[in-house]
């Protein structure tokens, strides 16, 4: 069993940046992958990206690309995701999630969620 918690959450202005963390306990393989979802009211959780946890690749799609960054500790057990350049569109809940499979963009492919943390962006 994995069990993550989000924090780093808050309210930005618009240009500014945010470092969210997540904590994991319970056992990591190599072969697990960290993803990164948002989801803003009425909107479905979307991929913000991801993180292989033994290789360290990362994914991101085109929305955040060069803005947001990921990476993990694996001796802490630790997973960030840096955003930078943040835009109004970028308030959402965000949550960091394992996948045992391995690396995967679509939320129904990750088997453990931490409960989220706010982010807010003013214009």
Known sequence: QVQLIESGGGAVQAGGSLKLSCAISG?????????????APGMVREFVGGIRWGYGTTYYPN??????????DMAKKTAALQMNSL??????VYYCAVNRNGMATT?????YWGRGTQVTVSS
């Open 107 to 111: 939320a129904k492919d990750y088997d």
């Open 63 to 72: 929305s955040v690309k060069g803005r947001f960054t990921v990476s993990r």
């Open 27 to 39: 056992r990591m393989f190599s072969s697990f992958a960290v993803g990164w979802f948002r989801q």
């Open 87 to 92: 835009i109004a569109e970028d308030t959402a």
